[in-house]
Each structure stands twice: as C-alpha cells, then as structure tokens.
C-alpha cells in the first residue's frame, strides 16, 4: 500500500485536500510521479519549485498560460520490493542533454513523466508530428539514465484544466491525464479510491480528451525517428 495526497482547486476556486492510502499499482503512481521534489516549473511569474505549487497557480503551457487545477504527490520509497509497483526508479536527464539549455540542469523524473517528440513521418501517419512519450523510454544509459536513490523522494504530477504540455527546464511535458484505458485499469475496490483523488471532478469525463496522442520509443524507432 501506499499514501498518494491530492490538492485540488474547486469550481469555486476554494482547495481541498485529500489523501488516500491505495495499493501501489502504476495506475496510482503515474498520477502522483511524475516530478522530484526541486523540478522547477515555469510559471507567469518565473520558475516555482514543484512542491511549492498551489491549485489555481497560472503555468506557461504550449496554450499560453492557465492555471494549475490539480497537484498529486507520493513518495519514492527505495528497495520496495512489489511485483505491482512501476515506482521503483527514477530518471535523470543530465543539463542539456537534450540540447543547450534542454533542460539547464539535471531533470529527476518519475514513471509518470511524459515528454513531446517529434517524428516528422508521423504527419502523414496520423496527421501531426508532436506526440508523448514516456521519459522511461528515453533512457540510453548515458544522458538519461534510471537512478535508484538511497533514500525517499517526494514526486509531484500535475494538471490543468485541459490535457497539454507544460514547460519544465527548457523542456515540454505532459500534464497529467489518466488516459482513454482507465476504467478498464480500475476494479470495483480501486475505482472509488482513484475517483476520491479528484474531488473537483464529477467523473473521468472530466478529464476531456487527450491534447497530444501517447506512443512508445519503440514505434518511434520502428519509424526511423532518429
């Protein structure tokens, strides 16, 4: 089992809070992991340390800026031994990996962290060239690499009134969405606990479509994208 605590800003822009102690399944984590404790993210008054976010604090997104409705959080425990658990490393991307300044300086992660690519052939496959993929993909052992710290971590996600990208370290990633295979990912014992996460929701409706569509590194590749 393990904790997961939530803030959420209300439609009448008052925050609850809520925790909820659930089974530690990649369903729950990839809504609480995606940002160490430190990740600076860039808001419309400059760069805020991620734990010192609050519901309706406005983010620089793809959109321009909108306000943050919802903050997850759990804790990466080290040497959790589940057979359930994703949460059992992080990511670094090493400052600039991705080029100058992307990102300025090392970029911990969680399994919940996704990040724009963009694969050129995929215009003619599918419409757009921008798509999300999981930071875990990206690792090559050299620039991105899995890390397993000794001791906790805090990790953050978050998301916005509707599903996008946000800026953090010079570099686009995905505000949180629960994706379209929810319900199936749910049983009767963890839906309530999942739904109770998101009191400024009525439903998973809610959550409104995907802005960007998800893949994996592998079909990348398949395509030729590097």
């Known amino acids: 089992m393990r904790r997961y605590e939530a803030a959420a800003l209300l439609p ?5 809070h809520t925790s909820v102690t659930a089974p530690a399944l990649p369903v729950f984590e990839e809504a609480t992991a995606a940002f160490a404790r430190g990740t600076l993210v860039q808001t419309v008054g400059g760069p805020v340390a991620v734990e010192d976010l609050l519901p309706g604090d406005y983010l620089e997104t793809t959109r321009g800026p909108e306000p943050v409705v919802w903050i997850g959080s759990t804790s990466f425990i080290p040497n959790v031994q589940s057979t359930d658990s994703g949460l059992l490393a992080l990511t ?17 992660l969680g399994p919940g962290a ?18 999300l993929v999981p930071v875990t993909d990206q690792r090559d052992g050299d620039r991105i690499l899995e890390i397993r710290p000794a001791g906790s ?23 949180y969405h629960p994706g379209t295979t929810i319900k ?11 739904r ?31």
């Open 184 to 194: 199936r990912r749910l049983d009767e014992e963890t839906m309530p606990l999942f």
């Open 92 to 108: 670094r991307i090493v400052a600039e990996a991705m080029g100058p300044a992307k990102p300025g300086n090392d970029l911990v």
């Open 114 to 131: 996704r990040m724009v690519e963009d694969c050129a052939r995929l215009k003619t496959l599918i419409g757009q060239s921008r798509v």
């Open 153 to 175: 971590v805090d990790l953050y996600h978050l998301a916005l009134r509707h599903h996008g990208t946000i800026r953090v370290g010079g570099l686009e990633l995905e505000s």
């Open 196 to 226: 109770k996460l998101f009191p400024h929701l009525e439903g998973f409706d809610g959550f409104g479509e995907l802005n960007l569509p998800r893949t994996t590194r592998e079909v990348l590749d398949s395509l030729g994208s590097r």
């Open 12 to 16: 009448d822009l008052t925050i609850r």
